[in-house]
């Protein structure tokens, strides 16, 4: 069956960077538009960013300029870097991966980012 397994979260300083990692398997991985979402503390979630089958992306405004998603098909793996993070960004992180149209959506169980000094 497809798996969603997220790595990389944990406590950082603001300012600090981080990367987040999304390994894939059971399914065809670049087939699947990627995408990482947050879910803050009494915050619904939220979409951070994605890209596609293709490689373009997509971002947050909130996080534009900040972040970047990126894709190794080889690897069956995105990640999300995460650069001068703040304390808004401290929330859980969602790897989700969807093909749009069919009734693929599938979710990672989240990786928790904490930003406080």
């Known amino acids: 069956q497809v798996q969603l397994v997220e790595s990389g979260g944990g406590l950082v300083q603001p300012g600090g960077s981080l990367r987040l990692s999304c390994a894939a398997s059971?399914?065809?991985?670049?087939?699947?538009?990627m995408a990482w979402y947050r879910q803050a503390p009494g915050k619904k979630r939220e979409l951070v960013a994605h890209?596609?089958?293709?490689?373009?992306?997509n971002y947050a405004d909130s996080v534009k300029d900040r972040f970047a998603i990126s894709r190794d098909n080889a690897k069956n793996t995105v990640y999300l870097q995460m650069n001068s993070l703040n304390a808004e960004d401290t929330a859980d992180y969602y790897c989700?991966?969807?093909?749009?149209?069919?009734?693929?959506?599938?979710w990672g169980q989240g990786t928790q980012v904490t930003v406080s000094s």
């Open positions: 989700n991966a969807a093909i749009v149209g069919l009734p693929l959506d599938y």
């Open positions: 059971g399914m065809i991985f670049k087939a699947y538009r």
């Open positions: 890209i596609t089958s293709g490689g373009s992306t």
